[in-house]
């Protein structure tokens, strides 16, 4: 199943992406990328292989690293990444991004 990132999805990445390079190094951000692959080929392949949003009933979360995760939603026939986050984050505040750019989800 195709897998797109939304623009938030996308943003956040690009965040992360930033950050790790910044404060760690060319080499963990390679790693971060490689093992995000890693989970989109997961979800593409096993779209519920990682489990239900316990505060939004049609999302899935998947844990990309201890301190990572993505949230996302199978449509009809793709797979979109709703958002990244950092796991020790309020959820409510994630909610709160993702409403401000989907509305209700």
Request: hydrophobic share 35%.
């Amino acid at each position: 199943m195709k897998v797109a990132f939304s623009n938030l999805a996308y943003r956040k990445l690009e965040q992360v992406s930033e950050y790790l390079e910044e404060e760690w190094s060319e080499k963990v951000k390679k790693k971060f990328i490689a093992t995000l692959k890693e989970k989109i080929e997961q979800i593409s392949s096993f779209p519920e292989s990682c489990i239900k949003s316990d505060f939004h009933d049609n999302l899935r979360m998947c844990i990309i690293t201890k301190q990572t995760s993505l949230l996302y939603r199978i449509n009809d026939n793709e797979i979109e990444v709703i958002t990244l986050f950092d796991n020790r984050t309020n959820f409510k505040k994630i909610t709160t991004e993702i409403r401000k750019h989907y509305g209700r989800i």
